[in-house]
């Protein structure tokens, strides 16, 4: 399983984008990356998976350079309600997988 | 709204006792998964079950265990309980999703329940 580090903490303002930017040196070639958001006393949400490049949905995009050894999650215009704590995960294979959330980034956004 | 339910919300229990967690994942999920967070933690995963077996095992100590019935709902039973066990435990059930270079399960989380040992 493929260890993650990204940032303990991020502080921003109501509608800055915010850019979360994980290591993942030991990617495995099948391993696809995975973010989570997570507010407290609530059960962690998915938010956006990719394998390379660029991945975009309603909520997110996500970088993946070539290397594929880091990848960068991108909030465009946050908003108060976008304080969380957001977990990158590195996965291989459904028959072999255990996710390992880490400590993830604590996002606060300020008015 | 994820799909994943779990019940009790809150339970308060004494030291030394014993209790049932119970999960119900999204309709047609095989896999669920258990987690435990602790206050200003992570998630630890603790045990994954697919389709009735054991798939995964992490930090799970030896006073718990899980199942997963022919009905695919799960039960976290946590015995001996201490003080330090007071956490919030999340269920998550996953759906494979196909790729061009492997399958990764994305996890769908329930809202948790919220052990209290005093």
């Known amino acids: 399983l493929a260890k993650t580090t990204q940032p303990i903490s991020m502080d921003s303002y109501e509608g800055q984008e915010v850019n979360i930017t994980c290591s993942h040196n030991?990617?495995?070639?099948?391993?696809?990356i995975t973010w989570y958001q997570q507010f407290p006393s609530q059960g962690p949400r998915f938010i956006i998976q990719?394998?390379?490049t660029k991945v975009t949905n309603e909520v997110a995009s996500l970088f993946i350079p070539a290397d594929r050894k880091s990848s960068t999650l991108s909030l465009p215009r946050v908003s108060l309600s976008d304080t969380a704590v957001y977990y990158c995960?590195?996965?291989?294979?459904?028959?072999?997988?255990?996710?390992?959330f880490g400590a993830g980034t604590t996002v606060t956004v300020r008015a | 709204d994820s799909g994943v339910t779990q019940t009790p919300k809150h339970l308060i229990t004494a030291t030394g006792q014993r209790v049932t967690l119970r999960c119900s994942p999204r309709?047609?999920?095989?896999?669920v998964y258990w987690y435990q967070q602790s206050l200003d933690q992570g998630l630890q995963f603790l045990i994954q079950?697919?389709?009735?077996?054991?798939?995964a095992k992490g930090n799970i100590l030896e006073r718990f265990s899980a199942q997963q019935f022919p009905d695919l709902h799960s039960e976290l039973n946590l015995s001996s309980l201490e003080l330090g066990d007071s956490a919030l435990y999340f269920c998550?059930?996953?759906?494979?999703?196909?790729?061009?270079?492997?399958?990764?399960?994305?996890?769908?989380f329930g809202p948790g329940t919220r052990l209290l040992v005093l």
């Open positions: 995960l590195v996965g291989a294979r459904s028959n072999d997988y255990k996710l390992s």
């Open positions: 998550a059930s996953s759906v494979a999703t196909g790729g061009t270079s492997g399958i990764q399960e994305t996890q769908y």
């Open positions: 030991n990617i495995a070639t099948n391993d696809y």
């Open positions: 079950y697919y389709n009735g077996e054991e798939r």
């Open positions: 990719g394998y390379k």
């Open positions: 309709s047609g999920d095989l896999s």
